[in-house]
């Protein structure tokens, strides 16, 4: 499985970055102009509809068009587990149904003084069996961009 990673340290608190990341609205602020994002809907793990804070099983909808080419691409980012101890806070999600047979993203948070440090991993597979295996570490090309826009994103808001 091909995995991505990008790191970058926010110069704002810890609770503060948590606190942002916790919510649909930071996912929103986040994501690129030019990925068309649409949330559809967010399911809380209680089956409520649209919870202030994203807790383990909560379900989002959502679809996106990259630069506005091809179909739109829908798929559910479900939230697998959340943990914050006060120094460190970690969450995993993971894309059903999507446009990857595998999409595990893992957002790491570290407090440093009066800075936090963000860490994204993605572990991937494209579709396709052995081809798409073999093909996935290209897929860096489209990652790049996107994550290196939301790194910059979450400086100017946070900082």
Not at 27 to 52: C, F, I, K, Q
Not at 80 to 100: C, Q, V
């Amino acid at each position: 499985m091909a995995t991505y990673s990008r790191l970058t340290r926010v110069a704002a608190p810890l609770d503060e970055v948590w606190e942002f990341h916790s919510r649909i609205s930071g996912l929103e602020a986040l994501t690129p102009d030019w990925m068309n994002l649409r949330v559809e809907s967010v399911t809380g793990p209680d089956g409520d509809p649209d919870p202030e804070v994203l807790e383990s099983g909560a379900e989002i909808q959502m679809s996106m068009r990259p630069l506005g080419v091809g179909p739109r691409q829908s798929w559910t980012s479900v939230i697998l587990d959340r943990e914050f101890d006060g120094d460190t806070a970690r969450f995993r999600d993971e894309m059903r149904g999507g446009p990857f047979q595998t999409w595990v993203h893992t957002h790491r948070f570290v407090a440093d003084g009066d800075e936090t440090i963000v860490d994204d991993e993605v572990e991937y597979e494209l579709p396709g069996g052995s081809v798409g295996r073999t093909v996935s570490p290209v897929a860096v090309v489209g990652f790049e961009p996107m994550f290196r826009a939301r790194h910059r994103t979450t400086k100017e808001l946070l900082e």
